[in-house]
């Protein structure tokens, strides 16, 4: 039996949290692989491998968002074809992305593995911490072969309306990243390479397991072996909705590296802090990021149907209920910032500095429940483009320019350095509520001309 969900019909709220729910637990479990990795090493090794591990996961976290990102194309594009009822051409879809992605896959391992030691050293990794850096590097992009196809299943999954097969398959992948990881990292004492390796494996179990229960499960459409293959139309158009999601937050994701590179110069303690800060944010941003890829299933499959008011509450839905959690989680990364910073490092000036730079995202954990949530109802409509252009316009124009600038005022501070992500969010949401109103009149006034 599949486990598929119609949003085309009934109430909207329920349907919503029960499909977002099971996408935010795997988001949170899959945020535990690095986790985990710097939770350990925290424990066990020095500040130079908790710099190493948390620059080396965020630049290995950036490709993962990049195939995130581009596989949203399929996710988008499977939950219009069976909106429509187009099952022939949904089965296509699956077997387009499996060929593309696959070779997306050997194409990010050879690249990556390559230049393991150039990217450690663009991002200015300390000294100290530079060989460890690369180590990490060299094994997770070794195993981006199962990074890839993990995004990829999950994407496929939430298209047909399905959030809980990739829940289960990840929870069973990170029970086996913190056993590998304590066997070798506490264990064997194998530092970095351990961590990394419990983190490829970890990896590799989740595939296992999601291909395991997709062929007992079931599909609710017609695929094949013969479908995978390139598909030029289906090819075409995943790339068209996917490509300026994944440009988007290819170019956001270096903006964040920019930072990372920047607080980097200044000292290892700083590079510790602002890796532990970022590991941090990864648990705070969860939240809105699952409503925005369960509000683009839920607005392709409505958009699909051709019910666009529905499309626009379930939207409204998603910020009301998104904000709740936000104002949660911005008042502990405020005023319990050392807590939790605590618990990936034992160095007390390494907290200091992760929670002086948490203070800056307790504002940007509200402001992103509003405006995740727009970025996953223009997905879902398949306005991809506009996603990408605001996204580009918040890192560039006003994220580093910031960063940059705050960075050089004396005494250096974190918080001041962080403010540039808040500031970066307003000007998005400013810029996605006026593409919004606009579009609104447009279909309003098209309405009003077609009566007459």
Same mark, same amino acid.
């Given at each position: 039996?599949?486990?598929?969900?119609?949003?085309?019909?009934?109430?909207?709220?329920?349907?919503?949290?029960?499909? +977002?729910?099971?996408?935010?637990?795997?988001?949170?479990?899959?945020?535990?692989?690095?986790?985990?990795?710097?939770?350990?090493?925290?424990?066990?090794?020095?500040?130079?491998?908790?710099?190493?591990?948390?620059?080396? %996961?965020?630049?290995?976290?950036?490709? +993962?968002?990049?195939?995130?990102?581009?596989?949203?194309?399929?996710?988008?594009?499977?939950?219009?074809?069976?909106?429509?009822?187009?099952?022939?051409?949904?089965?296509?879809?699956?077997?387009?992305?499996?060929?593309?992605?696959?070779?997306?896959?050997?194409?990010? +391992?050879?690249?990556?593995?390559?230049?393991?030691?150039?990217?450690?050293?663009?991002?200015?990794?300390?000294?100290?911490?530079?060989?460890?850096?690369?180590?990490?590097?060299?094994?997770?992009?070794?195993?981006?072969?199962? *990074?890839?196809?993990?995004?990829?299943?999950?994407?496929?999954?939430?298209?047909?309306?399905?959030?809980?097969?990739?829940?289960?398959?990840?929870?069973?992948?990170? *029970? +086996?990243?913190?056993?590998?990881?304590?066997?070798?990292?506490?264990?064997?004492?194998?530092?970095?390479?351990?961590?990394?390796?419990?983190?490829?494996?970890?990896?590799?179990?989740?595939?296992?397991? %999601?291909?395991?229960?997709?062929?007992?499960?079931?599909?609710?459409?017609?695929? %094949?072996?013969?479908?995978?293959?390139?598909?030029?139309?289906?090819?075409?158009?995943?790339?068209?909705?996917?490509?300026?999601?994944?440009?988007?937050?290819?170019?956001?994701?270096?903006?964040?590296?920019?930072?990372?590179?920047?607080?980097?110069?200044?000292?290892?303690?700083?590079?510790?802090? *602002?890796?532990?800060?970022?590991?941090?944010?990864?648990?705070?941003?969860?939240?809105?990021?699952?409503?925005?890829?369960?509000?683009?299933?839920?607005?392709?499959?409505? *958009?699909?149907?051709?019910?666009?008011?529905?499309?626009?509450?379930?939207?409204?839905?998603?910020?009301?209920?998104?904000?709740?959690?936000?104002?949660?989680?911005?008042?502990?990364?405020?005023?319990?910032?050392?807590?939790?910073?605590?618990?990936?490092?034992?160095?007390?000036?390494?907290?200091?500095?992760?929670?002086?730079?948490?203070?800056?995202?307790?504002?940007?954990?509200?402001?992103?429940?509003?405006?995740?949530?727009?970025?996953?109802?223009?997905?879902?409509?398949?306005?991809?483009?506009?996603?990408?252009?605001?996204?580009?316009?918040?890192?560039?124009?006003?994220?580093?320019?910031?960063?940059?600038?705050? %960075?050089?005022?004396?005494?250096?501070?974190?918080?001041?350095?962080?403010?540039?992500?808040?500031?970066?969010?307003?000007?998005?949401?400013?810029?996605?509520?006026?593409?919004?109103?606009?579009?609104?009149?447009?279909?309003?006034?098209?309405?009003?001309?077609?009566?007459?």
């Amino acid at each position: 039996m599949n486990q598929t969900s119609n949003f085309t019909e009934g109430p909207i709220l329920a349907p919503l949290l029960r499909f +977002t729910v099971p996408v935010l637990l795997a988001l949170f479990l899959q945020a535990m692989y690095g986790a985990v990795d710097l939770l350990i090493i925290g424990q066990f090794g020095e500040a130079a491998d908790v710099s190493a591990i948390s620059t080396g %996961s965020q630049i290995m976290q950036s490709i +993962t968002s990049v195939v995130t990102s581009l596989s949203m194309g399929a996710t988008v594009l499977l939950g219009q074809k069976l909106g429509k009822k187009r099952l022939e051409e949904a089965g296509q879809v699956l077997g387009s992305a499996v060929a593309l992605f696959t070779l997306l896959a050997v194409l990010l +391992t050879a690249i990556m593995v390559l230049a393991a030691t150039p990217v450690a050293s663009l991002m200015q990794a300390p000294k100290e911490a530079f060989r460890q850096t690369v180590t990490y590097i060299r094994i997770c992009s070794g195993g981006a072969v199962f *990074i890839v196809a993990y995004n990829v299943l999950g994407a496929l999954f939430r298209g047909i309306g399905d959030s809980k097969t990739p829940l289960l398959a990840v929870a069973i992948a990170c *029970i +086996t990243n913190i056993a590998v990881d304590l066997l070798l990292v506490a264990g064997f004492h194998m530092g970095v390479a351990g961590a990394a390796t419990a983190t490829v494996l970890a990896q590799a179990v989740s595939v296992a397991l %999601s291909l395991l229960f997709t062929a007992r499960r079931g599909l609710p459409f017609p695929f %094949s072996r013969r479908n995978i293959r390139l598909h030029r139309q289906m090819v075409k158009e995943i790339l068209r909705l996917g490509v300026p999601i994944a440009l988007q937050n290819t170019l956001v994701n270096i903006s964040f590296l920019a930072i990372t590179a920047i607080v980097n110069s200044i000292n290892v303690v700083a590079s510790a802090g *602002i890796g532990v800060a970022e590991k941090l944010c990864e648990f705070v941003m969860l939240v809105p990021s699952a409503y925005m890829q369960s509000l683009s299933a839920f607005v392709a499959q409505n *958009i699909g149907e051709g019910e666009k008011v529905r499309a626009k509450r379930a939207m409204l839905y998603g910020m009301i209920s998104s904000l709740c959690c936000g104002i949660v989680l911005s008042y502990l990364s405020f005023f319990h910032g050392s807590l939790l910073a605590g618990l990936f490092a034992k160095e007390q000036a390494v907290i200091a500095a992760a929670a002086d730079y948490l203070r800056a995202y307790a504002i940007d954990a509200m402001l992103t429940s509003v405006m995740f949530c727009f970025a996953g109802y223009f997905n879902g409509c398949g306005n991809t483009t506009f996603v990408m252009l605001q996204g580009i316009t918040g890192a560039f124009l006003v994220r580093i320019p910031v960063s940059f600038f705050m %960075s050089r005022l004396t005494p250096v501070s974190l918080f001041l350095v962080g403010l540039a992500t808040p500031c970066s969010t307003v000007v998005q949401i400013l810029l996605f509520a006026g593409y919004f109103l606009f579009l609104t009149l447009r279909e309003h006034g098209d309405k009003v001309y077609d009566e007459k």
